[in-house]
């Protein structure tokens, strides 16, 4: 059991569409990170948000979006849906909001885009 | 820009044999340091970190890294490996200044497999 709760778990798009990942963080934690995972790749850092606020985005351009709820849970948006976006969306929880304190990561969504 | 490199894409042991994946970073200034692991099927997990103190850290499973800082390296090692251990890991940096200390820099991961 990660702790941490993502859906779905796979997904598939066209592009120039819009899709929305959900993560639902361990109990306890308050902060999400979104990493982007390419096949063959590490994860690439997206955003966090602390706070119900947007601490630190990576090198994403604006088509991707986020929000964070009163209850800590957060989603991930995608406009415009390029063929590149293919990949595995990690979310990875933690408490405070500093990537030094431990992260537990889900499993992931994996999107496809066609 | 900052950036992490793994040596090794795709490695191969035998159980028993001792096990040494290299992980070097690309950033002059005080860092903190992780390995993660993802079994097959499973998610990613915290194998150790290094924030400060003893070089040398032991993680779980019998695995431990150590930091040489002029070096720019934080190579794992496990003295003998298991079937279980068959994994991708990844070596990775958090900047340790405030600013940038949400987030962590990957390296690609090694895929580790180990033959019974």
């Known amino acids: 059991d990660a702790g941490v709760t993502q859906s779905p778990t796979h997904l598939i798009k066209t592009r120039g569409q819009q899709v929305t990942l959900r993560c639902s963080p361990k109990s306890g934690h308050d902060t999400v990170s979104w990493y982007q995972q390419a096949l063959g790749q590490g994860p690439q850092f997206i955003f966090q948000?602390?706070?119900?606020?947007?601490?630190q985005r990576g090198n994403f351009p604006d088509r991707f979006s986020g929000h964070q709820f009163p209850n800590y849970s957060s989603e991930l948006n995608v406009n415009a849906l390029l063929l590149g976006d293919s990949a595995l969306y990690l979310c990875?929880?933690?408490?405070?909001?500093?990537?030094?304190?431990?992260?537990?990561f889900g499993s992931g969504t994996r999107l496809t885009v066609v | 820009a900052q950036s992490v490199s793994q040596h090794n894409h795709h490695v191969i042991l035998s159980e028993a044999a001792s096990l040494e994946l290299g992980c070097n970073y690309s950033y002059g200034g005080t860092v903190n340091l992780f390995w993660y692991v993802q079994y097959p099927g499973q998610h990613l997990q915290l194998l150790l970190k290094?924030?400060?103190?003893d070089p040398l850290v032991k993680g779980i499973k019998g695995f431990e890294a150590e930091f040489i800082k002029s070096k720019f390296s934080f190579n794992l090692r496990k003295p003998s490996v298991q079937w279980s251990d068959t994994a991708e890991y990844f070596c990775?940096?958090?900047?340790?200044?405030?600013?940038?200390?949400?987030?962590?820099?990957w390296g690609l991961g090694t895929s580790l497999a180990v033959n019974p």
């Open positions: 990875a929880s933690s408490l405070g909001d500093s990537a030094n304190y431990g992260y537990t």
């Open positions: 990775a940096v958090n900047l340790g200044n405030a600013g940038n200390n949400r987030k962590l820099i």
């Open positions: 948000y602390y706070e119900e606020e947007e601490r």
């Open positions: 290094y924030f400060s103190g």
